[in-house]
């Protein structure tokens, strides 16, 4: 799904059932999923938009190169 070029990408030909065919998905039941019946398999633990404990510390601290955010918004983040 990742690969760069488009016509690799898994799903290219059939869309979402290439995914779902995948054998790393042959234990979920599309049907409970389509439903939301599902339970999530990790719930993290969240204190607040701004609680960034669940990411991975090394990501977090990366200066913000390029961003969409805007100059005012970068705060809230850091």
């Given amino acids: 799904m990742l690969n760069k070029d488009r016509k690799q990408r898994l799903g290219q030909n059939n ?4 995914i779902l065919l995948h054998p790393w998905f042959k234990d979920l039941d ?3 999923l389509l439903k939301k019946k599902l339970a999530a398999p ?5 204190d607040g938009k701004t609680d960034l ?9 990366q200066e913000l ?10 705060k809230i983040i850091k």
């Fill in 15 to 18: 869309d979402v059932n290439d």
């Fill in 30 to 32: 599309i049907d409970k």
């Fill in 42 to 46: 990790f719930v993290p633990t969240v």
């Fill in 53 to 61: 404990r669940n990411f991975d510390p090394e990501v977090v601290g």
């Fill in 65 to 74: 190169a390029e961003s969409i955010i805007p100059p005012e918004s970068v």
